[in-house]
């Protein structure tokens, strides 16, 4: 057994390793360390015990105390939902096309509606409910269907073009192209006519010309004036606001091949309360009547 050689500067033994005169001590390790050590070590085998930390092929152990971050939070969201249902609860009764919009029923349900509409409709209508091509922008003042909070409540309440649905919101544009009722020809004469009343280009042969087959196919939805009509969803062809875009392409597409955009009817999806509440935000937006 070879003797340790004792550093005589430190009085501490050597691990016999030596580098150009250089020797490495074999000093032990602070006690308040290994007791911290040691500590930790316990630490963590109560731990495994009392709380979920081992995971298994389909879950992890439950541990001695049945907590879990999940069981937590259900525990936090019974408690929120049992503080606000008084308030659901009125909300859910409430009529919600004549309730005042200065009240604190009022204000609490456009609250819950800003948060429903995350949930629910942000997909389609955007987190600041502004749409995209083919999904109505909330924040104008531009409704197809009609934008006070009764026709935006029929509407959240039956869709639109949901066939389950007998009170859902249902118009139908032909295919003027796809289905032969107008050659291409007249199709561009359709679309030159339509930018023109929309502004968007000058007057045109074209344009005249398209403007007798406007009123033989589609005053009858559009109005003489083509400033739309809530009762068939016809949109407003006068304004600057175009659901599917009002270049000559777009104009083109929707004319051939026609346009039968749908929503749910969340009437059979969400409770009364919450189509309240996401009637209230949505009036709330900016473009509500």
Request: charged letters at 20%; hydrophobic letters at 40%.
């Amino acid at each position: 057994m070879t003797e340790q050689k004792i550093d005589e500067a430190t009085g501490v033994a050597t691990k016999g390793h030596e580098w150009d005169g250089i020797e490495e001590l074999d000093t032990p390790l602070p006690r308040w360390w290994l007791w911290t050590f040691y500590a930790t070590i316990l630490f963590a085998i109560g731990y495994c015990i009392a709380y979920p930390a081992i995971p298994l092929l389909h879950r992890a152990t439950s541990g001695v105390l049945g907590w879990s971050s999940r069981g937590d939070l259900a525990h936090d969201m019974r408690a929120a939902d049992a503080a606000g249902a008084a308030t659901r609860a009125a909300i859910a009764r409430a009529d919600i096309a004549t309730l005042d919009p200065q009240s604190p029923l009022m204000q609490a349900a456009v609250a819950g509606g800003r948060a429903a509409f995350k949930v629910n409709c942000t997909t389609c209508h955007g987190a600041g409910a502004a749409g995209s091509k083919g999904y109505p922008n909330l924040n104008d003042d531009d409704w197809l269907w009609g934008g006070d909070r009764a026709a935006i409540h029929q509407t959240l309440v039956h869709g639109i073009r949901q066939p389950d649905d007998a009170a859902t919101r249902l118009s139908q544009m032909p295919a003027f192209g796809r289905d032969g009722i107008l050659k291409p020809d007249e199709i561009q004469d359709l679309v030159s006519y339509v930018r023109l009343i929309a502004r968007k280009e000058p007057a045109s042969a074209g344009a005249r010309r398209g403007a007798p087959l406007f009123a033989a196919n589609c005053a009858i939805c559009h109005g003489a004036d083509a400033k739309g009509n809530r009762q068939f969803g016809a949109p407003n062809l006068t304004d600057a606001i175009w659901l599917y875009g009002g270049d000559r392409d777009g104009l083109t597409a929707t004319i051939t091949n026609a346009r039968a955009g749908v929503m749910p009817a969340w009437g059979n999806r969400l409770d009364a309360a919450t189509i309240n509440m996401l009637t209230a935000y949505v009036h709330s937006l900016g473009g509500g009547e």
